[in-house]
């Protein structure tokens, strides 16, 4: 039957050049993070007619069937996760490592030690103008420094806080994008290239928010996903085509809050944890540099009190303010440092009030060693994210390259299926060919 | 399909991240060397840090408490250079109180006596007011004022405070900045409370005619030199013991400088040798990296399809 090899052999032409057209898809898509593999099922053809009680079988060639995308639930959601406590670890590490920078290099212990040692170099000779101008002066920076600390962590805190706005609008719009994608998946014709195009676009949406939010998304059989938000309490994000908006907020001490819709809910992953937990840890630090301070210009001023100045006046107040944001050197004249005890004479040159000034500074209480403490506490702190990070990040990349390894282009393979189809393309035009020739033979019966 | 494939783009990710991760780790031990310091910022060792931190105070202090040594050491020379003087001022007072006490000095030669007594006890006042290099008095104590004032009648008093104040030179140690005039220039006669100044002044004035003895007055007066002499004398020894208390502190200081320099460098800073070796291990190691990726990367079934 010439017709049938005729139809058989067109058949397999439309197979093949359908599969070489995924395959030139496939490679142009070797690049593309979000693209899954697809590949072409084929059935073959075989039309079956009974007369009477005599079937009889013809046969069709091949059915291009539907385009299946390569995909894994279960690597997908490993990827997630793994990205997910990734961002959580990697975000929280950046926030506290800009703040350790923010109060290392601002010299606040560098400020409470040069104070420490202009009060010891004035103990030699309490009233030498120039060592009373320079421990003023070292005053002054001191409280510069502590105000510089503060500023920097203040800046650093506001960045986390932009960066948790900015990315709160992304994930807004990622859901609002998931909704729309499962809308459309439910119109979505099995097997068609639309619905592999829009189960990627899916697949990305959820990735942009597993890294953002630890997620518990549901996918259902239609392709479509709802998505709940991991936290206490977990809070539905989207169901079905709808999408509900997640909201952050901001306390006086900086510390951040998340709602979806009325709910309030604190994250238990992704960036958004490592945000609200640095900025917590940044109260912290904000607290403890705040008392650093505050034990300075407690400890300066209640010495002052208790002694004299060069004149024999009583001491006043060396420091204003009540942390490290609004200390300032108030002292008027260097000749008002109260080096003397109280009931000193006039130009006293006894250093007793001094010397328990210094005692107070360095004692372990103090602020130098307070200092030391936080700086040491931050940076331990920052040390461990960092292994965290480190760790996770090696975690993170094994289960990327788990999921490129299911769904990901090998372009070695591409390039076979290439040469293949290419084979079967030129067989199956052979075929036409021949069925051309037998009917050309039968034709030329005389 | 859910064959399991080499996926292109995971290798290509792969490669990326071990070249970046050799990369960071070449840059990293680069700016060890060019900036001799093992660590940028405190997380990258929390405890070095730490040991940094306190290193570097106890340097900054150290630091000070040197300067303050140096100038108590200065200080302390000044007032000893002044109470030997004095010593030997008294001592001359005391060879012309012998000679006045003679009875073969004249009227004449007492006369010229009490004149070089009375010059004598000038330059005892001033010596007692001396100051330091910087203009302090050496010896009214705590005070700032001058140490002894003279009255129209001549009576000279102490009007600095009796206690001299002491000057941290190392940790939890202080030493005594001097001595208050009265313990240089005042001392108990007889039971009675007396100063080099009013001995050296009744001398005077006994020669001058105020006695009818002078001869027996400047006998007595010899006891009252001898206590002035012997109180100078033990202010040049206390003096003397602590200038040599104050050397030996600075030679500690000297060594705890080193202790806490070779800390520091042992805890902070770059072991060059060390470093430059595994750089040039890095460096290696990303070169064949590199060119392993440049071989594996063009090893595609594109290029051998023609």
């Known amino acids: 039957m010439p017709t049938a090899i005729f139809t058989i052999g067109r058949s397999g032409l439309t197979a093949s050049r359908r599969s070489l057209e995924l395959t030139a898809q496939n490679i142009a898509n070797a690049a593309n993070p979000d693209y899954s593999r697809r590949n072409l099922t084929q059935g073959e053809l075989v039309m079956t007619g009974t007369i009477g009680t005599n079937p009889q079988d013809s046969l069709g060639g091949v059915r291009p069937g539907i385009i299946e995308r390569a995909e894994s639930a279960l690597v997908q959601r490993q990827a997630r996760d793994a990205s997910s406590a990734l961002s959580a670890a990697e975000t929280e590490f950046l926030a506290l490592r800009e703040a350790e920078s923010a109060l290392e290099t601002s010299g606040v212990f560098t400020g409470i030690v040069d104070f420490e040692a202009a009060l010891t170099r004035l103990q030699n000779n309490p009233l030498e103008p120039a060592l009373r101008l320079s421990a003023v002066e070292a005053a002054r920076k001191m409280a510069g420094n502590f105000r510089i600390a503060n500023g920097t962590l203040a800046n650093a805190r506001s960045l986390v806080q932009a960066e948790a706005s900015a990315e709160t609008l992304t994930v807004n719009e990622l859901a609002k994008e998931l909704a729309a994608i499962n809308a459309d998946l439910v119109g979505a014709r099995e097997g068609t290239a639309g619905r592999a195009a829009l189960l990627d676009a899916r697949d990305k949406a959820l990735r942009g928010l597993a890294e953002e939010f630890g997620i518990q998304p549901t996918i259902n059989a239609n392709g479509t996903a709802d998505v709940t938000l991991a936290g206490t309490p977990p809070v539905a994000l989207v169901t079905g085509a709808s999408a509900q908006a997640v909201r952050v907020s901001f306390a006086a001490d900086g510390t951040a809050s998340f709602a979806v819709g009325a709910t309030s809910f604190a994250p238990a992953g992704g960036a958004m944890a490592g945000r609200a937990s640095a900025l917590a840890e940044m109260a912290g630090l904000q607290t403890n540099l705040d008392g650093i301070a505050a034990s300075a210009i407690a400890l300066s001023n209640t010495a002052q009190a208790n002694g004299v100045g060069a004149d024999g006046s009583a001491g006043q107040p060396l420091f204003a303010g009540s942390g490290a944001g609004d200390i300032a050197m108030v002292l008027a004249s260097a000749d008002g440092l109260a080096t003397a005890p109280a009931g000193a004479p006039v130009g006293s040159r006894d250093t007793a009030n001094l010397a328990a000034l210094l005692a107070a500074l360095a004692a372990p209480t103090g602020p130098s060693s307070g200092a030391d403490r936080l700086l040491l506490g931050l940076s331990s702190r920052v040390s461990a994210l960092e292994t965290r990070t480190d760790g996770l990040a090696v975690v993170s990349a094994s289960a990327e390259a788990e999921l490129l390894r299911e769904t990901g282009v090998d372009l070695d393979s591409e390039a076979a299926n290439l040469v293949r189809l290419q084979q079967a393309f030129e067989a199956n035009s052979r075929v036409i060919q021949v069925a051309a020739e037998l009917f050309d033979t039968i034709l030329g019966i005389r | ?254 060594e705890r400088t080193i202790a806490l320099a070779e800390r520091r460098s042992r805890v902070g800073d770059t072991d060059i040798a060390d470093a430059i070796a595994r750089l040039q291990q890095s460096l290696t190691a990303l070169e064949a990296s590199q060119s392993a990726f440049a071989r594996v990367s063009s090893l595609t079934l594109f290029d051998a399809l023609r």
């Open chain 2, 1 to 254: 399909m859910s064959s399991v494939t080499n996926s292109t783009g995971s290798f290509f990710n792969r490669s990326l991240a071990q070249m970046s991760d050799l990369r960071a780790g070449i840059e990293r031990t680069r700016a060890q060397i060019a900036t001799g310091r093992k660590f940028e910022r405190g997380s990258q060792d929390p405890a070095g840090a730490a040991q940094l931190r306190s290193v570097a105070r106890r340097e900054a202090l150290a630091a000070v408490e040197g300067d303050n040594a140096a100038r108590l050491g200065q200080d302390l020379g000044a007032a000893a250079t002044e109470v030997e003087a004095v010593t030997a001022l008294l001592q001359r007072a005391r060879e012309l109180a012998v000679q006045a006490a003679s009875t073969s000095t004249g009227p004449d030669g007492r006369q010229a006596i009490a004149f070089e007594l009375d010059q004598l006890r000038q330059e005892l006042f001033t010596r007692a007011n001396g100051t330091s290099l910087t203009g302090e008095p050496l010896f009214a104590g705590q005070s700032s004022g001058t140490a002894f004032t003279r009255d129209a009648a001549g009576n000279v008093t102490y009007i600095g405070t009796p206690e001299s104040g002491a000057v941290p030179v190392a940790p939890g140690t202080s030493i005594e900045r001097g001595l208050p005039g009265n313990e240089v220039f005042e001392f108990d006669l007889n039971g009675a409370p007396s100063s080099a100044f009013a001995v050296l002044g009744g001398l005077v004035t006994a020669l001058q005619g105020g006695a009818p003895d002078p001869a027996a007055a400047a006998g007595a007066a010899l006891e009252g030199i001898d206590a002035a002499l012997d109180t100078t004398n033990r202010a040049t020894t206390i003096l003397g013991t602590r200038m040599a208390w104050v050397e030996q502190v600075q030679q500690q200081q000297g």
